[in-house]
């Protein structure tokens, strides 16, 4: 089983951006415990701030791998571009996103991704990736 996590912009920055509502460990402290919790499945993770990177990442991966979690960050409220790559995969798309995006800015309760997602965890904080993997492992089970 191989799955990939993409994050978009100022993902980059955990663990020192806005530590209140994102928290303070960085990603790569998250993947590496991922990694070891899941040695048995890959896991590859990518990281873009530029939207026609995310664009190409999803595309890439739609035949390389199972399922993808996707934290498009801002660009989950504005990118038609991005949520057109979700619809065009066959592959499940978890999506995440740490903070519980309706209890923040009205600008922030839009997604335009989510109706092309498999499922969406919004709120849980950094576990919501942990949560995300668990869910993509056990569809694929499912599904053999
Ligand atoms: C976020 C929520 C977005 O509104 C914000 O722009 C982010 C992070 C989250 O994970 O809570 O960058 O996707």
């Known amino acids: ?32 415990e991922l990694k070891s919790s899941f040695a048995d499945v ?8 530029v939207e026609g990177e995310l664009v190409n990442i999803i595309q890439d991966l739609r035949k390389k791998c199972d399922g993808i979690i996707l934290n498009a960050a801002a660009y989950s409220h504005t990118s038609i571009a991005i949520a057109d790559a979700v619809a065009a995969v066959e592959i499940p798309v978890v999506g995440v996103h740490i903070s519980n995006i309706y209890r923040r800015e009205e600008e922030r309760h839009t997604d335009l991704l989510a109706k092309y997602c498999t499922g969406y965890l919004f709120g849980l904080g950094i576990k919501g990736y942990e949560l995300a993997l668990r869910f993509l492992i056990d569809l694929n089970q499912e599904d053999r």
């Open 1 to 32: 089983m191989h799955f990939a996590i993409v994050n978009g912009p100022n993902l980059n920055l955990l663990g020192e951006r806005e530590p209140d509502i994102y928290g303070s460990r960085t990603f790569s402290d998250v993947l590496d």
């Open 42 to 49: 890959e896991i590859s993770y990518f990281q873009s701030n």
